[in-house]
């Protein structure tokens, strides 16, 4: 279930909790990562963007591939508390104001926050869905 995210202009944060005791997080990252880089590129081809060129790389000579995410597995650790969720969803929540982006987290769209703290906005069709911290 997705507890709360941030969309920066270079990287993503996701406060993910998992359905499942068991889990692989480099499946889950697999999940997200594949087809949304699949997307991406086929939405550059069709705009011909420049922004494709720059985005594909030589792995070896002669074999060039489209890389829309950074290389390795990202940044990941486990929370087991829903105290240090909460913390995490506020300080992720807070990165745009850090970054000076905005002057306040309910001014930054691509953010969960308004799902927790201006509620009675209509959600963003565009955003993903947030479910909410778990009793």
């Known amino acids: 279930m ?15 909790w998992p359905k499942r005791k068991e889990y692989d997080i480099s499946r889950l990252l697999f999940a997200i990562k594949r087809p949304t880089s699949f997307r991406i590129k086929a939405d550059l081809k069709r705009k011909e963007s420049p922004l494709l060129s ?9 074999e060039l591939y489209f890389r829309f995410w950074q290389e390795g597995s990202g940044h990941d650790r486990n929370l087991i508390s829903r105290e240090n969720c909460i913390k995490a969803a506020e300080y992720i929540h807070h990165n745009p104001v850090r ?7 309910d001014r930054w769209k691509w953010s969960s926050w308004n799902f927790y703290f201006n509620s009675k906005l209509p959600a963003d069709p565009g955003l993903p869905t947030v479910h909410g911290f778990p009793p």
């Open 2 to 16: 997705l507890l709360a995210f941030v969309f920066m202009p270079e990287h993503v944060h996701l406060l993910i």
């Open 54 to 62: 720059q985005l594909t790389v030589r792995e070896r000579p002669g």
């Open 99 to 105: 970054r000076k982006l905005v002057p306040t987290p």
